[in-house]
């Protein structure tokens, strides 16, 4: 009897606390799933024909199914509720095929085809239809089957850097020339004061900082060199996002979500997250488009845009892209 009722504790004692780990795990992803309810859902069409996606290129573009693509759009908002243009363009790629994280940079005065609006630069797309004329455009202009987007505004940027501790970057002697006349322009609409930076070199800086050091374009490589400096920051956030570990998504997540506009749901969401941890490479590849080689500037109207070959250009971003 003593024997059967040692085991009747020992059973009790077992069965309370699986309940209370099912408790745990049942409480840690109902609270998961309530934080990526945050994310500022964006619906877009189903039919990719709406979103600029030939069959033709689908069916290509298809048999790469280890390469996922996110066009990332930073959103230049002077005002927190302004539509803005997409001052930063770029394609996020998880390329699990050959381990690799990628950021290719599209130039925001690109000249290109715009629906409904004929030639014009590609930062305007965003402005005048969202994300899905800025999707449809690019993939209608670089025969790509991007289907899916995060969106972030400079605003919202910023809090997202400050909350994840900042980011390391190195500022050049030519960079602190202008940095904080950047930095006392977002201090001034948001009416809080951010530190200057005081000196060259490498250093954490933070949220408005680091969105500062994005914008700065009057340094001798102007908006080419804009370009690398939003690749470097998105690099180091992402990197510093990777080296807390797949354990840690959870907590990364609820620090990201509520800060970004995407159409991806929450089993997409996690999937994305998952893949960016599981890459191996511990760095980022980085390219620009169109290169100098297949570009220049032209003046239309008293407008600066910049011509490229588009079927050059094309064919090396896909490369970039799908086979590096």
Known sequence: ?????????????????????????????????????????????????????????????????????????????????????????????????????????????????????????????????????????????????????????????????DKLGGVTINITPDELKYINSYIDEVSKLEKKPTEHVTKAGAQLLDGRQAVAYSRIRYTAGGDYERTERQRTVLSALLNKIRSKGASNFSSVANTLLPYIKTNLNQLEIVNYGLKAFTVKTNGILQHRFPEDSVSNGIMKDGVWYLQTDLTKTTNEMQKFIFQK
């Open 1 to 161: 009897m003593r024997t059967n009722k040692k085991g009747s504790i020992i059973k009790k004692i077992i069965i309370t606390l699986l309940c209370l780990f099912l408790i745990i795990v049942v409480s840690g992803g109902t609270y998961f799933y309530l934080q990526l309810s945050k994310v500022k859902k964006v619906k877009l069409p189903s039919n990719p024909s709406e979103l600029g996606i030939s069959k033709k290129n689908d069916q290509k573009l298809s048999k790469y199914k280890d390469i996922y693509n996110i066009a990332f759009f930073g959103i230049d908002s002077r005002q927190k509720d302004d539509a803005g243009r997409s001052d930063t363009i770029m394609i996020l790629t998880l390329d699990g095929k050959h381990d690799q994280v990628k950021l290719s940079s599209i130039m925001r005065d690109t000249y290109v085809k715009v629906d409904g609006h004929g030639m014009t630069k590609i930062t305007h797309a965003y402005a005048y239809g969202g994300p899905q004329l800025a999707l449809k455009t690019i993939n209608e202009n670089f025969n790509l089957n991007i289907k899916d987007f995060i969106t972030v505004d400079f605003f919202d940027c910023e809090k997202i850097i």
